[in-house]
């Protein structure tokens, strides 16, 4: 049974530019959730998908979007890069109901020049 | 706003021996889940151990273990006879008990074990 998977594992963007960001839930799983994790910090909540919608979003501006696909896949897009951007992106899924254990991808390095 | 607080950005301890990792939040809930996420260089995030807050009893996962203060607001990790493949970035967490909530991380704690 494989666990959450992401790509790319590690990429490079220069400022301005545009990034799509993938991820592939757990099997059984079908909510989604992204964090962004800077160097020497704790995981940040971005938003979470289920039913192909946005639930919840954190502190994140507009030029955070995302999208989930009806095989509960998903994407990050992030636009118009800032260096500040750079960090790793984590990929969280679970299974619908309280309670449930939330599991993380190995994540997607992203580093803005 | 739900808030996680962890006051010890870097510990140590030897090989076999036993450490404690503390953790404080902050919420005005009475119902939700804690846990300990580890982080090793591979940047995944591990679950090490979840309580749940209407529970008494602390968690226990083999040589890892919880001590729960609900009313102090406190959820400190034991980690008993260390071993190596212990060090990694330890995570407290928080998370609402209703719905798919979001995680709250504190800002870790880089564990080192000394052989």
């Known amino acids: 049974d494989a666990g959450v998977t992401q790509s790319p594992t590690h990429l490079i963007k220069t400022r301005g530019q545009q990034v799509t960001l993938r991820c592939s839930p757990k099997?059984?799983?079908?909510?989604v959730s992204w964090y962004q994790q800077a160097l020497g910090q704790g995981p940040q909540f971005i938003f979470q998908?289920?039913?192909?919608?946005?639930?919840q979003r954190g502190n994140f501006p507009d030029r955070f979007s995302g999208h989930q696909f009806p095989n509960y896949s998903s994407e990050l897009n992030v636009n118009a890069l800032l260096l500040g951007d750079s960090a790793l992106y984590l990929c969280?899924?679970?299974?619908?109901?309280?309670?449930?254990?939330?599991?993380f991808g190995e994540g997607s390095w992203l580093t803005v020049v | 706003a739900q808030t996680v607080t962890q006051s010890q950005p870097e510990m140590s301890v030897q090989e076999a021996e036993t450490v404690t990792l503390s953790c404080t939040y902050d919420?005005?809930?009475?119902?939700?889940?804690l846990f300990w996420y580890k982080q090793p260089p591979s940047r995944q995030m591990i679950l090490v151990i979840r309580?749940?807050?209407?529970?008494?009893q602390n968690a226990t996962e083999n040589r890892f273990s919880v001590n729960f203060q609900k009313a102090a607001k406190s959820f400190s990790l034991k980690i008993s006879d260390s071993q190596l493949g212990d060090a990694a970035m330890y995570f407290c967490?928080?998370?609402?008990?209703?719905?798919?909530?979001?995680?709250?991380f504190g800002t870790g704690t880089r564990l080192t074990i000394i052989p």
């Open positions: 099997s059984g799983h079908d909510t």
């Open positions: 919420t005005s809930e009475s119902d939700y889940y």
């Open positions: 969280a899924s679970t299974a619908t109901g309280a309670g449930n254990t939330i599991y």
């Open positions: 967490a928080y998370r609402r008990s209703f719905g798919n909530e979001k995680l709250t």
């Open positions: 309580q749940e807050a209407y529970k008494q």
């Open positions: 998908y289920y039913e192909e919608e946005e639930r």
